[in-house]
């Protein structure tokens, strides 16, 4: 018999269990996946809108270089028909011209002054000067000849200083002068005798121009005379 304080009952080892794994996340995966489709699509958006950007951008710069090749060839063509308009015989329209030329785009206004910027010059003094503004005749003098049946008389025509700005650029000017003699020295009380254009004269670059002419005369026409620009050209 065994003695039960005496043997031990040896119990079998204890197999050790080794902790099981943890299972892969399905919840993360599926995120990552959703995360990275996300970033792609935000990628190629943003390529596309680059793309776009560039193509608008050179679109824009086509456009440009279109428009300014139009505006040059529209200057080359508008530029000897205007030029040619500048003439002595088109005084009448030279208000038009310029407020036609003022209107153009720079580029065209450019092509003109390229062509013949002395004609804008011209253009500009006979547009914004009446010929009295222009030129001045203050001194002047008539002497009648021993019979009174003529005046001989001398005037120095001076410019404005405006038109000496602008003659400065070309060579001179051609001015035609008026007279009128009247028997006192109020125009409002005496009409006066209208002698017409009396003499042409050359203004030089500098503003300064002098003539001396003879008229018939009358003494009923008065003791009183005016000498006046009636007209001007510049010249280049």
Do not use: H
Not at 131 to 138: D, H, I, V, Y
Request: aromatic share 8%.
């Amino acid at each position: 018999m065994s003695d039960l304080n005496t043997a031990a009952a040896t119990e079998a080892p204890t197999a050790t269990v080794a902790p099981a794994k943890p299972g892969k996340s399905k919840g993360l995966t599926l995120f990552n996946r959703l995360a990275f489709i996300i970033a792609a699509l935000l990628a190629l958006m943003t390529a596309i809108m680059l793309l776009l950007t560039v193509q608008a951008s050179r679109s824009a710069v086509n456009m440009r270089d279109e428009a300014a090749a139009t505006l040059k060839q529209a200057g080359e063509e508008f530029a000897p028909y205007w030029c040619s308009q500048i003439t002595p015989e088109n005084v009448k329209k030279f208000d038009d011209l310029r407020t036609e030329l003022v209107t153009m785009d720079d580029e065209i206004q450019s092509a003109v002054k390229e062509q013949c910027y002395k004609k804008t010059v011209i253009n500009d003094l006979v547009a914004n000067n009446t010929p009295n503004e222009a030129f001045s005749t203050e001194s002047s003098e008539c002497v009648a000849n021993e019979s009174r049946t003529a005046l001989t008389c001398s005037v120095t025509v001076k410019a404005s200083e405006d038109m000496k700005k602008g003659l400065a650029m070309l060579s001179s000017a051609t001015v035609t002068l008026d007279m009128t003699v009247r028997t006192t020295n109020n125009a409002f009380t005496s009409k006066g005798y209208d002698v017409g254009d009396v003499a042409t004269l050359t203004v030089d670059s500098n503003g300064t121009g002098s003539t001396q002419f003879e008229i018939p005369y009358d003494p009923t026409w008065g003791e009183y005379y005016k000498i006046g620009v009636k007209s001007f050209y510049p010249n280049d």
